[in-house]
């Protein structure tokens, strides 16, 4: 495949930007042209021959940005290669098993004919916007549940289907 692969993300507190910037680090390292933006920042998505997709799971719904991306360009997705991701347990089961898609996203997976989804773990430290999530750290039970290995593995997978197998 010759055409540029988006790398799209929805984070408020910037866990699921990290993911994606890493599912790109891995992309490119196997040879994909690669573009990590905003899915806010996104305008078109017809110069991109695949999308992957992420989005910061925030009481069981994908993060704003997100959302809006994939409703907004819904028939441009379908016509390409898409696979998404979520993140947001805070603890370490999805490195432990396979988390189906939040509702929200399962509907994104279907309209989009998505090839996969995988859910990561998150991240919630620091200071972080949003009530909510400034108490869960408060109280905490905040910290970096994130699988970097996990994360290469699966970008690797992706860039494996991509490429087809004579590669």
Do not use: C
């Not at 989005?55 to 069981?60: F, V």
């Not at 991240?123 to 109280?139: D, T």
């Amino acid at each position: 495949m010759n055409e540029t692969v988006l790398v799209a993300y929805g984070s408020t507190n910037g866990s699921t930007a990290e993911i994606a910037e890493r599912v790109g680090e891995v992309l490119s390292k196997e040879g994909l042209t690669v573009d990590v933006r905003s899915a806010a920042r996104v305008a078109d998505v017809t110069p991109y021959g695949a999308v992957v997709l992420g989005g910061g799971l925030y009481a069981g719904r994908w993060q704003r940005d997100a959302r809006r991306f994939a409703r907004r360009h819904r028939k441009a997705l379908a016509e390409r290669p898409v696979w998404l991701f979520s993140s947001g347990p805070l603890d370490p089961s999805a490195s432990e098993r396979d988390i189906p898609p939040a509702p929200g996203v399962r509907r994104v997976v279907n309209r989009t004919d998505a090839r996969g989804h995988i859910t990561f773990g998150g991240r919630l430290e620091g200071e972080v916007k949003g009530r909510v999530a400034r108490m869960i750290v408060n109280s905490g039970k905040g910290g970096d549940f994130r699988d970097f290995e996990q994360i290469a593995a699966w970008a690797a997978t992706v860039a494996h289907d991509l490429r087809g197998p004579d590669v």
